[in-house]
């Protein structure tokens, strides 16, 4: 079992940053490959990001490349994401998942991670 906290959201104006951490209990955190995923008001949950279980890779939806970091601390049972150059468009319900198995290329859909944090809200204002 593995409880997941996300912290870090709040209302920023466009072109600023925020750093969404997500911590993780258990002692198992290196054993699962972390995502970040999205929800706006009225549409579906959509992947940002994803990291590896050593942190040594990474994959992004194309929408935050050049803009956003994801990057994990396994000491501390952490997984962050640096969001830069903000759009208000980015304004969404941000969520970390964690999933039981190696990183791969393909990108798993929401229901394919076994835990999920309850939110954070990220607000970007124009």
């Known amino acids: 079992q593995v409880q997941l906290v996300e912290s870090g959201g709040g209302l920023v104006q466009a072109g600023g940053s925020l750093r969404l951490s997500c911590a993780a209990s258990?002692?198992?955190?290196?054993?699962?490959?972390m995502g970040w995923f999205r929800q706006a008001p009225g549409n579906e949950r959509e992947f940002v990001a994803a990291i590896s279980r050593g942190g040594s890779m990474t994959d992004y939806a194309d929408f935050v490349k050049g803009r956003f970091t994801i990057s994990r601390d396994n000491a501390k049972n952490t997984v962050y994401l640096q969001m830069d150059s903000l759009k208000p468009e980015d304004t969404a319900v941000y969520y970390c998942?964690?999933?039981?198995?190696?990183?791969?290329?393909?990108?798993?859909?929401?229901?394919?991670?076994?835990?999920w944090g309850q939110g954070t809200q990220v607000t970007v204002s124009s």
């Open positions: 998942a964690a999933r039981n198995s190696a990183f791969t290329l393909r990108r798993y859909r929401p229901n394919e991670y076994d835990y």
């Open positions: 258990g002692r198992t955190f290196n054993t699962y490959m």
